[in-house]
């Protein structure tokens, strides 16, 4: 049982490099989501794909991509890290339906130097 | 100002006994309520989810419970173990658009 799979784990980067974080779910759900979590704050949407093909923006977008590749993946993009990105990153995947329970990863440490 | 307020911020618990944790809201138009469970160094696991009309719900030895015309919720954790050492989040989604607001977590530390 996978759920949620995200990789890397762990990652240390220079202020201005980029990477893509990757996230893959095998529960066939429609809707996928990234969130970032600080120290002292609630998780925070980063982007989300409500189906194959779209992608919307959440509370947190500016200086991250997305790329629904399709229904089983979804991927985050920093394509000029900076410091204030150092955080944990997590992916999260649900079915249709508001009642629907979110499946998170166990999250990618992304520190920014 | 976050719309989803809790506590108390961290507890420290004797193996055994029960703890009684908070969530007040001012998200709406509300859709559900959801408690979550964190373990250090993992993803939130979903516990309960309660709609509008369920002012109860149990997932073993959790239980919550949501008054809506309060916008209070608690979870109540019965005969703690050391397994229950972990942060509960408090997440509530938004009516019709499915946008979630989410706490910052109740960190709940069992001792033997």
């Known amino acids: 049982n996978a759920g949620v799979t995200q990789t890397p784990k762990f990652q240390v980067l220079k202020t201005g490099q980029s990477m893509t974080l990757q996230c893959a779910q095998d529960m066939n759900h429609n809707s996928m989501y990234w969130y970032r979590q600080d120290p002292g704050m609630g998780l925070r949407l980063i982007y989300y794909s409500a189906s194959e093909g779209t992608t919307d923006k959440g509370e947190v977008p500016n200086g991250y991509n997305v790329s629904r590749l399709n229904k089983r993946e979804f991927s985050l993009r920093l394509e000029s890290a900076a410091p204030s990105q150092t955080s944990v990153y997590f992916c999260?995947?649900?079915?249709?339906?508001?009642?629907?329970?979110?499946?998170f990863g166990d999250g990618t440490r992304l520190s920014i130097l | 100002k976050n719309q989803v307020e809790q506590s108390p911020q961290s507890l420290i618990i004797l193996e055994g006994k029960n703890c009684t944790l908070q969530?007040?809201?001012?998200?709406?138009?509300?859709?559900?309520l959801r408690w979550y469970k964190q373990d250090t160094g993992r993803g939130p696991v979903s516990l309960t989810i309660?709609?509008?009309?369920?002012n109860t719900k149990s997932n073993g030895r959790y239980t919550a419970t949501l008054d809506a015309d309060t916008k209070q919720s608690s979870l109540h954790i019965t005969a703690s173990q050391l397994s229950d050492s972990a942060s509960y989040i408090c997440?509530?989604?938004?009516?019709?658009?499915?946008?979630?607001?989410f706490g910052k977590g109740n960190q709940v530390v069992v001792i033997p």
């Open positions: 997440v509530v989604s938004y009516y019709g658009n499915n946008r979630l607001a």
């Open positions: 309660m709609t509008f009309s369920e």
């Open positions: 999260a995947s649900s079915d249709r339906g508001s009642n629907q329970p979110q499946h």
């Open positions: 969530c007040n809201y001012t998200v709406s138009p509300f859709s559900n």
